[in-house]
């Protein structure tokens, strides 16, 4: 059982646990600010330079914003289980895990209603601002699994079950989504109203995506039955094909924002995807129906590729679903004496489709410079079904910026680790 618990957990997370992720993008165009961790992602004023495009394109247009600004390769990593962590189940490594440990998990994953994993991956090849001027690169991967409450109980205890007697087990509602794509951003800030004591501007940042691969499985009615003891499986899959390019969908997409800013507070407000045509091309994947019949003494199965078109309706929706939503997002910040700056963001995704951060975000943070070659960050945020806490610092040297951040996730939506380091000159 234990080697059984440890292939179930490691199918739903691996790609996760290897992506080096982001956590700072609801729409396709993410930050590739590292600093943007710290304040536990709310960095929607604070952006300046290579980094306001994925924050608010209004911000290119404030006074205070570096002539040029540069940031080579940054990366963000994470993963995350749920209600099961990759800690609970370190603590078990190598041992028999009690049977009242699993119950008691059972029972957490009864309540939220199933056994959650996976990760994201952002890496920002080039980030650069000319005066107003900025464009992002950045390649992306997410993957999220669910496995049902039955699902989870035949991983921990087998067919006999919680309650030590042989049962049936009905997978249904069991899924795993991925997808990887890249974006190309140009984002444009222009200075609307401009006075000694506050500024205003306004700004739009259209962007280009490419899908690179996707994969979309949802189990149809699965059962493990205990009288006669047989397997019926049926996840049918929905993926890119093998000999697939790196262009298996396209679309471009548009952010606008405005942004206030006076000597002690700023205020933006950025409306992201206000409109997005990216879609998946169908015509380069492959559909394998996902099923296999073993009854004990013989088995059938079918798994061979097929044409897309002849996935069933719920995976070809599932894969339609896959694409970018609106968010709607308010930052404030205020800036004290101190040389400290305390901020605050909410945001809010309007629909259900590839989820590189939460659906809600309402969040603080402050931002502190130590001396004039180190600053410090931290943040804490309340997310959709958890909450967030982020930590992280600057060394400034000269024109170049050495940043690191850490944020910690926890909750319903899974516990996870993200870590973040990027090399940027003349911005944090």
Known sequence: MRNVLSLGVSMMVAAGVVSLSP?????????????????????????RGYAAPGANPALLGLDG??????????????????????????????????????????????????????????????????????????TYAVL????????????LFGNSGRSGSARDFVLDGSQLDASAFSSFALALGMPVSLTDSRQIAVGATLSYTVGHGVLAARDMGSMVQSDPVSVDLEFPVLHTGEDAGLSQGSGIGMDVGIALDTERYSLS???????????????????????????GSEGTSDF?????DAAPS?????????????????????????GTTLVAETRSRLGDGIAVTPKFHLGVGAEHELARWFAVRTG?????DGYRLGGGGTFILGPVNV??????????????????????????
């Open 144 to 155: 999220d699994a669910h496995l049902n409450p039955d699902a989870a109980e035949l991983l």
């Open 269 to 295: 407000f950025a409306a992201k995807n206000v409109f997005n045509t990216f879609e998946w091309d169908t015509e380069s994947m492959e559909y394998r129906p996902g099923e296999a019949l073993f009854d």
């Open 380 to 384: 804490l945020a309340a997310i959709t």
């Open 23 to 47: 956590s700072g993008a609801e729409a396709q165009v993410g930050t590739a600010s590292v600093s943007a961790l710290g304040v536990a992602d709310s960095y929607g004023t604070l952006a």
């Open 304 to 308: 061979d590729p097929q044409p897309a």
């Open 65 to 138: 914003n570096p002539f040029f600004s540069l940031a080579i390769p940054t990366v963000r990593a994470s993963q995350g289980l749920s209600p099961i962590s990759l800690s609970d189940l370190n603590r078990y490594s190598g041992q028999y895990i009690p049977t009242e440990q699993k119950l008691a998990w059972l029972d957490e994953i009864d309540r939220i209603g199933s056994f959650q994993g996976g990760g994201q991956a952002q890496a920002s090849a080039l980030a650069l601002n000319v005066g107003p001027v900025a464009f992002q690169h950045s």
């Open 403 to 428: 940043t690191g951040g850490w944020l910690y996730q926890g909750g319903d939506v899974g516990a996870g680790h993200h870590l973040g380091f990027g090399l940027s000159f003349n911005q944090r």
């Open 314 to 338: 719920e995976l070809l929706a599932a894969l339609a679903d896959q694409g970018f939503d609106p968010v709607l997002q308010l930052s404030g910040s205020y800036r004290l004496d101190t």
